[in-house]
């Protein structure tokens, strides 16, 4: 499920490398993703009922029935619990191998490593119904903002960005984007924050930083109100890089994780205009 993310990882190494010290640790990491999307593949199939269900009607009498029907929930709740287990330990591995792979990345591009911030749980957030079992239904739309409680100078700062970017001023509107994500952290808007500063740097002609700022707003909410457009302009931006089969696969996703989104028509397109298979 996250594979397509750290592709967007991959395609931002440093192009001065040597290829072959890059071409190993593009395979290093490709490898550990592949195992991750597996374990992942098998999460969904347990989410996925199989339509039967074993009875709990039982014949006796009532304190027979009554034992029947305990022994029956105290099945159930182990099984939940199993599955529960489960899945928190994927969800861990799977964080701590993201995190994993955004040191190798600053490492590689020969950044300060001290500075990266704490990798946000794979998946998101929990909802409140999860502790109970409830299961978030998939996403077949993306509102095109969300309604977000912010304080006065955190909406006034956001806003501020929001304004250059729409005047055309890209450096200012990266400044200030940039600003925003480091004086408000965790804030409701960080992954519209991270867009516009993607939007901002692109326009500027920086598009290996945009690609990252894309990569980080989908990231920070996968399943958020401006995901698919933040997957789109990834998967564009590794076009724009020359990593014609990353940007392929990730365009694809866009449509695959996103069906009733706008976007997915305009990755049709660019998948079109990349000669993608």
């Known amino acids: 499920m996250r594979n397509f993310i750290a ?3 991959i395609a931002l190494l440093p192009l001065g490398a040597q290829a072959q010290s890059q071409d190993q640790t593009l395979a290093d990491i490709r ?3 592949t195992v991750l999307n597996v374990e992942i593949q098998k999460l969904k199939r347990e989410l996925s009922t199989t339509g039967t269900a074993s009875g709990a009607t039982v014949g006796g009498s009532v304190l027979e029935r009554m034992d029947a029907l305990e022994a029956e929930a105290s099945r159930l709740t182990s099984k939940t619990e199993e599955l529960e287990f489960r899945i928190n330990s994927v969800v861990t591995d799977g964080t701590n191998r993201i995190g994993d792979l955004e040191f190798r990345l600053v490492e590689l591009e020969g950044g300060d490593v001290s500075k990266l911030g704490q990798t946000s749980t794979l998946g998101g957030a929990l909802p409140d119904g999860a ?12 509102p095109a903002e969300p309604v977000a ?8 700062d956001y806003e501020a960005a929001q304004a250059a970017l729409a005047e055309g001023k890209s450096a200012d509107a990266a400044s200030k984007f ?8 965790g804030s409701p808007m960080q992954a519209q924050a991270e867009l516009g500063k993607g939007k901002a740097l692109e326009a500027g002609g920086e598009i290996t930083k945009a690609a990252r700022s894309y990569l980080a707003a989908f990231s920070a909410a996968p399943t958020g109100p401006v995901a698919a457009e933040a997957l789109f302009n990834l998967g564009r931006g590794l076009g724009q890089l020359g990593q014609g089969p990353e940007a392929c696969t990730t365009l ?8 009733g989104a706008p976007q997915v028509d ?3 397109a660019e998948r079109t205009k990349l000669g993608c298979q």
């Open 7 to 9: 592709i967007g990882l």
């Open 31 to 33: 490898q550990e993703l």
């Open 266 to 268: 305009l990755a049709m």
């Open 252 to 259: 694809q996703e866009v449509g695959n994780r996103f069906p």
């Open 178 to 185: 940039d600003a925003f994500l480091l004086n408000y952290p």
């Open 149 to 156: 409680e912010m304080a006065i100078a955190e909406k006034a």
């Open 131 to 142: 502790a109970s079992g409830t299961i978030a239904p998939p996403v077949t739309s993306t």
